[in-house]
């Protein structure tokens, strides 16, 4: 099964990913995650992706479509994966459309976690995950059950992204309307889009994500 999340920066598509790739087996692909790795082993694609991601801006295109090219071609992938934060362009969506055709695969479901934007920048500046294990929290929304202390792996150690903060948030909505949203009519035209209410609470939104994943 090949599912895409997609929604603006805070939506919940790497809490709700982590949540199914839990349940469901099913690879939890982030081109952000991957990124963050490759500015933090100060790779050549991570030093050039650096000042993009500061920014609020989109990496090139093709970057993104070579890491999940050479990501999907891993054995893990092959009982299906979840792409959380890819595509993001219109031309993102056709590659890989492209070589999804060349395996005679194709997306069964793109879930559009629909929120208020005036919601997300608050979302996104309490949050943050753990070092070790990168399970995500909240300040008020969704706390550890002890104090400082990770539920999954129980690290005392966390972390909030660089790019976590108010002004490169309003860069990163603008960026989502302007070049991501256009995904929405691509997907619906194929009749794959589905739409959920991402402004509910975190366990409403995973059962309405299995709804969909059940009826397929
Ligand atoms: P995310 O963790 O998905 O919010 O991504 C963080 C940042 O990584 C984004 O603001 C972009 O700068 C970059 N990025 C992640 N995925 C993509 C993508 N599919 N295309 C271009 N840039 C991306």
Redesign the pocket.
Known sequence: MIIILLGP?GAGKGTQAKRIEASRGLVQL????M?RAAVANETEVGNK?KE??DA????SDDV?IGIIEDRIAQQDCEKGFLLD?????VA?AEALDEMLAKKGLKVDAVIEMKVDDEALIDRIAGRYTCAECNAGYHDTNLKPRVAGVCDSCGSTNFIRRA?DNRETVVS?LETYHAQTAPLLPYYREKGVLKTIDGMADIDDVTAQINQVLDAL
């Not at 982030?30 to 995650?33: L, N, V």
């Not at 609020?56 to 990496?59: D, S």
């Open positions: 920066p982030s081109t952000g995650d990124l992706a993009f991601m609020g801006k989109l990496v993104v934060g890819f595509p993001r362009t993102q790019d990163r």
